[in-house]
């Protein structure tokens, strides 16, 4: 596999420093990305990065992940507005074990091949340097007037507000300049990748490399991923979309790539999945001839989801995402846990009862519109019961006189009521 022609067809390339394919063609080549440890979990905004490193080693080249913990501790302005919040070591160290953890569905950590991914962390080396020896070893061999012409420097001195740029995030890049040396004398790494915003971080690496040792080193970035109505990619009301399923659950992580838009599928599922060229062709025709089956969000959400959570959480996503549509059964109600069945019903009306009241039995007309209000009056709710319009935890109530009891609760706490064919409610027993 040619790695430059499969970045390329997949539009994750958008600046690459001339000799770069040529280096990639010529031999098993060490390549890098840096990634910030200021959490325990990755989100999607890391993924391209990340599968920019598993198609480096499906083609055969070496990967290493770089974990900045010195750099955490900076803070990188490259389209940052201010300055981020530092860590200390013990809470870099535990994000590191995190995120090993993480990326090992992606990458091969353990095989004893050639192009085995190996995992570093800055700090390891920049602990070392004393101000004096850094100044010595690094700072003299660029100019204030290189680092100055960078653009992520110009915006932020000349930004809005005079928020200005502090000295420690000015040397950042002497800093991640530090660390594709230490990689490229170590290792024999040669390339670094990143996104755009950090193109000029990664040059000014292959510029220290050149005047300290003489050698070549090379750059390659792919382009900050935006949404087709121009909203920034990964966020949403509630926030980033994580990995870790504790803090976004594989349901709600499933529905976000479910309900991308038909034009970021395209560019989403040639990115974010390993589908060759010829099966996403297949798929984009598919969906052009029924748009309204979603053949191409369905295969990006199967993918990415069975990709970062497994076989079993997809199935479980699919299935509670089929409560909402009135396909699944009570059964399948039961089935899920917690955490899934409060993401597929966040924003719904919640009613809470006393648990004791279940013990002894409520009657389903003062449940419904005397201990909560989910009908306005009794009389109201009979009428919709006779006619067939409610349903308990997906099976439809067909006598108003019956008892709702403790065997009815969902998870021992929850009971879900349905009004007709889209209204839900949650009554919640405590």
Request: hydrophobic share 40%; with cysteine; charged share 25%.
């Amino acid at each position: 596999m040619n790695f430059v022609e499969e970045l390329k067809w997949r539009g994750m390339i958008h600046d690459m420093m001339p000799g770069t394919e040529e280096q990639l063609q010529k031999e098993i080549t060490t390549a890098y990305v840096g990634i910030d440890p200021t959490a325990d979990s990755l989100h999607i905004g890391h993924l391209v990065s990340v599968m920019m490193l598993k198609h480096l080693q499906v083609a055969g080249h070496r990967p290493i992940v770089l974990v900045g913990g010195a750099t955490g501790m900076i803070g990188d302005p490259s389209g940052k507005s201010d300055e981020r919040n530092l860590l200390d070591e013990k809470t870099l160290r535990h994000n590191q074990d995190c995120l090993k953890a993480q990326l090992s569905r992606f990458l091969d950590f353990n095989s004893g091949t050639k192009n085995q991914a190996l995992m570093v962390n800055n700090y390891d080396w920049m602990k070392e340097f004393s101000f004096l020896g850094f100044i010595r070893d690094i700072g003299k061999h660029l100019t204030v007037n290189y680092m100055m012409a960078k653009d992520s420097v110009k915006k932020r001195i000349s930004g809005e507000g005079n928020v200005g740029l502090s000295f420690t995030e000015f040397t950042y890049q002497l800093v991640q300049a530090t660390d594709f040396h230490h990689l490229y004398q170590e290792y024999g790494c040669k390339l670094q990748m990143g996104g755009s915003d950090q193109w000029g971080n990664i040059t000014t690496g292959t510029e220290l490399i050149r005047r300290k040792t003489g050698g070549e080193a090379f750059a390659l970035t792919c382009p900050l991923i935006t949404k087709a109505d121009g909203g920034k990619f990964g966020k949403t009301e509630s926030g980033n979309i994580w990995l870790d399923p504790a803090r976004t659950s594989p349901y709600k992580f499933y529905q976000f790539w479910l309900n991308t838009s038909d034009a970021d599928a395209e560019k989403y599922i040639k990115i974010f999945t390993l589908l060759s060229q010829e099966e996403i062709a297949s798929l984009v025709k598919e969906h052009a001839q029924a748009p309204h089956a979603r053949a191409l969000q369905k295969k990006l959400a199967e993918d990415v989801t069975v990709m970062i959570h497994g076989r079993d959480a997809y199935d479980a996503s699919v299935e509670a995402s089929q409560i909402l549509f009135g396909k699944s059964t009570m059964d399948a109600l039961k089935k899920i846990d917690e955490d899934t069945f409060l993401a597929v019903f966040e924003g719904v009306p919640i009613f809470n009862i006393a648990n004791a009241d279940l013990k002894a039995g409520i009657d389903v007309l003062d449940l419904l519109a005397i201990k909560t209000e989910i009908f306005p009056s009794k009389g109201e709710a009979r009428k919709t019961i006779k006619g067939g319009g409610v349903s308990i935890n997906k099976e439809k109530i067909t006598d108003a006189e019956m008892l709702i009891k403790t065997d009815y609760l969902l998870n021992n706490k929850y009971l879900l009521f349905q009004k007709g064919k889209k209204n839900f409610f949650v009554v919640v027993a405590e």
